[in-house]
């Protein structure tokens, strides 16, 4: 499964960007996708995780409120709203997916790997 992560830029605090992660095969609909960011010399952080069927979502407590987590399964595409964002979100987010369909913060049980899009956020 390839991830492609793309929507990122810059942005003004208070702005709103949606991410998308679309997957290679339609296989991918069957696991559970997160967001994960990392900041400049920071480790990356959990942000959200979808199950296969969307129903069940899990956000970062940072995050909540804000970013939402969704997913389009007919076209392989997982997405992240952000809004009202703050200078603190600036990173490189990478989506990821993960088999087992648990959703989980631990980017170690996510099995592939986007290439990451940045988001800029100035005030």
């Known amino acids: 499964v390839q991830l492609q992560a793309s929507g990122g830029g810059l942005a003004q605090a208070g702005d709103s960007l949606r991410l998308s992660c679309a997957a290679s095969?339609?296989?991918?609909?069957?696991?559970?996708m997160g967001w994960f960011r990392q900041a400049p010399g920071k480790e990356r952080e959990f942000v959200a995780a979808?199950?296969?069927?969307?129903?069940?979502?899990l956000h970062a407590d940072s995050v909540k409120g804000r970013f939402t987590i969704s997913r389009d399964n007919a076209k392989n595409t997982v997405f992240l709203q952000m809004n009202n964002l703050k200078l603190e979100d600036t990173a490189v987010y990478y989506c990821?997916?993960?088999?087992?369909?648990?959703?989980?913060?631990?980017?170690?049980?996510?099995?592939?790997w986007g290439q990451g899009t940045l988001v800029t956020v100035s005030s």
């Open positions: 990821a997916a993960d088999r087992s369909n648990y959703l989980t913060r631990l980017p170690t049980a996510y099995d592939y």
């Open positions: 095969t339609r296989t991918s609909s069957t696991y559970s």
């Open positions: 979808i199950s296969w069927s969307g129903g069940r979502t």
